[in-house]
């Protein structure tokens, strides 16, 4: 019994023996391979190709002021009455365009018409009696000249030559009378004319018509607007600027207008500076003149004011990548690694936005196809 133990128990030996050796030489097999050093796992990258990267450069280019305005006509008139009565023919309507001295509405002439033909009639007889006039007078002259003769010749008294003297005074006062009669009756009529012309109602400029303020059959009064008619030849873009602007710009000074309901830019000058300073707001207000098709009062207008010069950082448009409410460019750092940056958007010129943070001068950008860029991509050889 004893000895069977015994060979148990070196038959166990062994086997933790061998196992031990087994165990040896498989650490000696790994001791054998490489050393793995942390953080040189390479890691596999997409690759991006078709794409154009630009360098960044600063640019030198104009600082402008930027303030938003309102289009208004140049000369915008309120067409009034200057006569009371009912309108009795109303000619256009809203958007209708208008020649200058064109006919717009009528008010109820009936009385006017009387007064005319009364003050005609008065004037008619004032030239009757003022052609009498110049007759008896005529008479007068020759029969003074005739008996005049005759005092001369002893023929009849003195008494006799003065009475005939007398009437050819008399008769060239009443001619001087009849003359302002005559003169009086025409002002009457021409008085009556003006009147009849105030029943018609002409537009003032060439234009169009804004505004309607009356019907027909409505009542007219006299001073109070009927319709508003805007010229079309000129416009204007009324911005208010900051204060300290003032004694900087004056009439002439060109600067860019945006109109963002035409989608188009408009040249145009500065036409007036108001001087006065709003001491609340601390502005004041600059008119511009402006023209072309399209225009109409109250559209928005973007007023770019220029001035010194700035080094700034400009990417095309095309390199910006909107994500969400940021806005960031695709970077590519000195191993060709790209990287989606964010930055700070400024001011527009033309195709170009202004960078106001988030790159700097000799920084390479992804500038076309950034459709086909991957945030941690890596460029092409080829690119």
């Not at 990258?45 to 006509?73: N, Q």
């Not at 169009?208 to 303020?213: A, D, G, P, S």
């Not at 990548?321 to 940056?341: H, N, P």
């Amino acid at each position: 019994m004893k000895i069977h133990i015994t060979r148990q128990r070196r038959k166990a030996s062994r086997l933790r023996h061998a196992l031990l050796l087994l165990l040896c030489a498989g650490l000696s097999i790994t001791g054998c391979g490489e050393k793995i050093t942390p953080g040189t796992a390479q890691v596999k990258r997409p690759v991006v190709s078709g794409v154009t990267v630009a360098t960044i450069a600063p640019t030198l280019v104009d600082e402008y002021y930027e303030a938003a305005g309102t289009v208004k006509a140049a000369n915008i008139s309120y067409v009034a009455g200057r006569m009371m009565g009912t309108v009795s023919l109303l000619l256009v309507r809203e958007g209708d365009a208008v020649e200058k001295g064109q006919l717009l509405l009528t008010i109820d002439d009936r009385d006017v018409i009387q007064k005319v033909k009364q003050a005609e009639f008065g004037y008619q007889e004032a030239a009757k009696a003022l052609e009498s006039a110049g007759q008896n007078r005529e008479l007068s002259n020759v029969t003074y000249e005739r008996y005049k003769k005759m005092y001369e010749e002893k023929a009849i008294s003195e008494q006799e030559i003065n009475q005939f003297e007398t009437k050819k005074k008399v008769a060239g006062l009443e001619y001087q009378r009849m003359q302002e009669m005559v003169s009086r009756a025409a002002a009457g009529l021409a008085e009556a004319k003006v009147y009849l012309d105030f029943t018609r109602v002409y537009s003032p400029v060439k234009g169009l018509v804004t505004e309607k303020k009356i019907q027909a059959g409505s009542m007219a009064v006299p001073g109070v607007p009927l319709l508003t008619v805007e010229s079309t030849a000129l416009y204007n873009a009324e911005v208010t600027v900051d204060e300290r602007l003032s004694g900087k710009l004056k009439a002439g000074t060109p600067v860019e207008v945006t109109i963002a309901a035409l989608n188009r830019q408009v040249a145009g000058k500065v036409a007036e500076v108001l001087p006065a300073v709003d001491p609340l707001s601390r502005s004041f207000t600059v008119k511009v003149a402006l023209s072309g098709a399209g225009l109409r009062t109250g559209l928005y207008a973007n007023v770019k004011i220029g001035g010194t010069k700035k080094e700034v950082i400009l990417v095309p448009r095309t390199a910006i990548v909107e994500k969400g409410q940021l806005s960031g460019v695709y970077a590519l750092d000195s191993q060709d690694i790209i990287t989606y940056r964010l930055v700070r958007i400024g001011k527009s010129y033309a195709e170009k936005r202004e960078i106001l943070s988030g790159l700097k001068p000799a920084d390479r950008i992804i500038v076309q196809g950034v459709e086909k860029a991957v945030d941690g991509g890596i460029m092409g050889k080829n690119q």
